[in-house]
C-alpha cells in the first residue's frame, strides 16, 4: 500500500541541538523511524553557514543538494555542493556538511538505521 507520509513539505522546523549542529539548522523527517523499517529520509536547511559537526555513520548516507551552495568536507578536504549534486558518503567516514560561509543550503538525507558517532575532536 502506498502511503503518503509527509504533505505540504514545510522547512520550519528548527533543529537547535548543540551536540550535532554549528549554527541555525532546520530540519524535518520526511520518512522517520516508525515510518519505514529500513529507510530515513529528512530535509535539512543549514541556515548562513551553519554546518554539523565532524561526525561518522555506521551506514552509508545519501545527500541530494536541492537549494543553494554548500560544503561536503571529509578527511581529504572540502568540497563545494550545489543543487542537483548527489554525494555518497561510506559508512563510519568521518565528515561533516553544511553550508558555505554566507549561503544557506538545503539538502534531503537518505539512510538506512544505524549509528551516529559525534567525534570529540572538532579540528
Do not use: Y
Not at 20 to 31: A, D, H, I, Y
Not at 72 to 89: F, K, M, N
Amino acid at each position: 500500500m502506498v502511503k503518503i507520509v509527509t504533505q505540504n513539505f514545510d522547512e520550519s522546523t528548527t533543529e537547535s541541538n548543540p551536540e550535532m549542529f554549528l549554527g541555525e539548522v532546520r530540519r524535518q523527517r520526511l520518512v522517520a523511524d516508525d515510518e519505514a523499517p529500513v529507510q530515513r529520509l529528512s530535509a535539512i536547511s543549514f541556515i548562513d553557514g551553519a554546518r554539523n559537526r565532524w561526525h561518522r555513520h555506521s551506514t552509508e548516507q545519501v545527500l541530494v543538494v536541492t537549494h543553494g551552495v554548500g560544503i561536503i568536507a571529509d578527511e581529504t578536504g572540502e568540497r563545494r555542493i550545489e543543487p542537483g549534486d548527489v554525494v555518497l558518503v561510506q559508512p563510519n567516514e568521518r565528515h561533516w556538511h553544511g553550508a558555505a560561509p554566507g549561503q544557506n543550503m538545503t539538502h534531503l538525507a537518505i539512510l538506512t538505521p544505524g549509528d551516529l558517532t559525534i567525534d570529540d575532536d572538532q579540528s
